[in-house]
């Protein structure tokens, strides 16, 4: 008889061999959990095998994650509500889509058992509480527009549009069909581009592997020739986004530069949104959106008015002849012009080197009032010609007045007065004054190249008398001497710069102008205007100014240099002669500007 001490022991070990053969039911949650991390592991079969439907399950889980796009998922299960058979059990699902966008929502997995388990009751809503039957989720992405380019004045330079390129293959085509072809493309594309001809063209498609890019073309202009494009024989279109130009004459050169430069600038944050898809592939909601963000228009200091007066008065001269406009209160530069004599030499308005003549003067009574040689009014010699070294330096026709005020000198341009003036300062004197105005140091333009000037030391007493009324080895830019005039009135050097938001970089010192320097300067530049070289243009209001002729090889330099109220602009007219053909030059620009400029 089995004691009652055993008995109670067998019956222990008996309930704990049936605990342990018989499984614990499972309850909502844990069966939500694991559905939940078998989608997030994008384990599509484990995840619906969770379901009550995996057939369904199973294709619903991997056109999801396709759609979006997905690169990761994390999901998480919350409250849990029980009521017999049936429970639900609360999911947050934070998608990670491309480029770092991220999406998080809430919904609801509805349960039930299955043969005692519990399992998904599967439905399109365990993906989004949005979603109906056999609708999925695709993302879709939403270009920002691009930003456009805007002048000074505030019309649009560039604006976002269509261009259409130009391809041409020539392998497989016959010698004759290539020439014929090359000779049809000239003519049908040279009016947009000068530089394309027959010959050009055959050379670099035939050097070309493959597809040889022949031009790009406004949407206008390829409409204009698209029929006939496309009967050419190996002939390609492709159709591209781009900002195109408003005014294809409006500083052609420069506004390309422009392009180049802002290009990677233009374009914004794109949109997105996630869309409720059919089994038709058709869009019947939208589950979540984010709107595009657009930067804002980019600015040039380019002013139209200003530019297009420019280039209407350089486009007059047969010579070379090029102006630069700018503003001197803020650097900025209104404008940039050459004619298309000038242009066979490259961006010479800003980056030409060339010798100042009499504009010099500027400097050099610069130099005298800082260094203390002279003021306006002190007396200095003006003879028809003087002796200095070895250099016989004359005046326009050996004219002479005597000894008069160096504002007298100025204002009549004696190069006698100030060669001397140069003869008795240091060698670095005009190197330092010239720096003093902007002429010297490096500037990095954001979009315009320049070059400033070069005014070494001139420790060569002949060489610093040529220097001082703007021969020996001075050399300037239209840019430069723009700059020098805008410090003259404004009374220290302003920071050119073209782009808004680029910073212009400077190497090389600029010292500060004494003010001294300036009220002297100002006065002088005014009576040349007024009693002086440049009276032509004494009508155009007040006008401050200094005229110049530089002698080279074959003639002479026509320059006129100088401000009126907030513009300040330097003209040459390369090998123009007399100087009044500058100033008319500059008189033609002022005229055609809009009351208030």
Not at 282 to 301: C, K, N, Y
Not at 451 to 480: C, H, I, M, N, W
Request: glycine share 10%; aromatic share 6%; with cysteine.
């Amino acid at each position: 008889m089995i004691s009652r001490s055993v008995a109670a022991m067998l019956a222990v070990l008996l309930a704990v061999a049936l605990g342990a053969c018989t499984p614990k039911p499972q309850g909502p949650e844990s069966a939500a959990d694991t559905f939940v991390a078998a989608l997030a592991e994008r384990d599509s079969a484990a995840a619906a095998a969770g379901t009550d439907r995996p057939d369904l399950a199973a294709g619903a889980i991997d056109t999801a994650w396709d759609g979006l796009q997905a690169e990761s998922l994390e999901a998480s299960t919350g409250a849990v509500t029980v009521s017999g058979d049936t429970a639900t059990v609360d999911y947050t699902y934070t998608w990670h889509l491309p480029r770092d966008r991220t999406w998080t929502y809430d919904g609801v997995l509805r349960m039930g058992r299955r043969g005692g388990d519990w399992v998904v009751r599967w439905n399109s809503t365990d993906l989004h509480p949005s979603l109906g039957d056999t609708q999925t989720m695709v993302l879709r992405s939403t270009a920002a527009p691009r930003a456009r380019v805007n002048e000074h004045a505030g019309s649009d330079v560039l604006v976002p549009g269509t261009v259409f390129g130009v391809s041409w293959t020539v392998d497989g085509l016959a010698s004759d069909r290539v020439v014929s072809t090359a000779r049809a493309l000239e003519r049908l594309l040279r009016p947009f581009d000068e530089s394309i001809t027959a010959q050009s063209t055959v050379e670099s498609a035939t050097a070309a592997r493959g597809a040889y890019r022949v031009v790009t073309l406004r949407e206008e202009d390829y409409d204009a020739v698209s029929a006939e494009l496309g009967a050419l024989p190996g002939i390609a279109v492709t159709e591209e986004s781009d900002l195109v130009s408003t005014d294809r004459t409006f500083a052609p050169d420069l506004v390309s530069q422009v392009k180049k430069t802002v290009m990677d600038r233009v374009d914004g944050a794109a949109g997105w949104s996630v869309v409720a898809v059919n089994a038709n592939g058709a869009d019947v909601g939208v589950l979540t959106e984010t709107a595009p963000e657009p930067v804002p228009s980019i600015s040039i200091s380019l002013d139209r008015p200003v530019q297009v007066a420019a280039q209407n008065a350089v486009n007059v001269s047969r010579d070379q002849a090029m102006m630069v406009v700018m503003q001197p209160s803020t650097g900025d530069i209104l404008a940039v012009a050459q004619n298309e004599a000038a242009d066979r030499d490259g961006p010479v308005a800003s980056m030409g080197l060339y010798p100042p003549g009499s504009t010099f003067k500027i400097v050099t009574a610069g130099a005298a009032i800082a260094e203390g040689l002279a003021t306006p009014s002190t007396t200095v010699p003006c003879p028809g010609r003087i002796v200095i070294g070895e250099r016989s330096v004359p005046n326009y026709n050996e004219f002479s007045l005597g000894d008069v005020s160096m504002s007298t000198a100025f204002t009549r341009s004696c190069n006698t007065s100030f060669a001397k003036l140069a003869s008795e300062m240091g060698p670095d004197d005009l190197t330092s004054a010239a720096a003093m105005f902007g002429i010297g140091p490096e500037y990095t333009v954001t979009g315009l190249p320049t070059e400033s000037g070069s005014v070494p030391p001139a420790p060569d007493l002949v060489q610093r008398t040529e220097d001082g009324f703007g021969q020996g080895k001075v050399l300037v830019s239209t840019f430069g001497m723009a700059l020098a005039a805008a410090t003259v009135a404004h009374g220290s050097t302003p920071v050119p710069r073209l782009i808004q938001g680029e910073d212009t970089t400077i190497e090389g010192e600029r010292p500060a102008v004494d003010p001294a320097v300036v009220d002297g300067l100002r006065g002088m530049m005014r009576s040349v205007v007024t009693s002086g070289t440049a009276d032509r243009i004494a009508d155009q209001g007040e006008v401050y100014g200094k005229t110049g002729e530089a002698e080279v090889d074959g003639g002479s330099h026509a320059w006129f240099v100088g401000y009126r109220g907030d513009l300040a602009f330097a003209t040459l007219v390369v090998r123009g002669g007399s100087s009044d053909n500058a100033v008319a030059v500059t008189r033609d620009m002022i005229t055609a500007l809009p009351e208030g400029y």
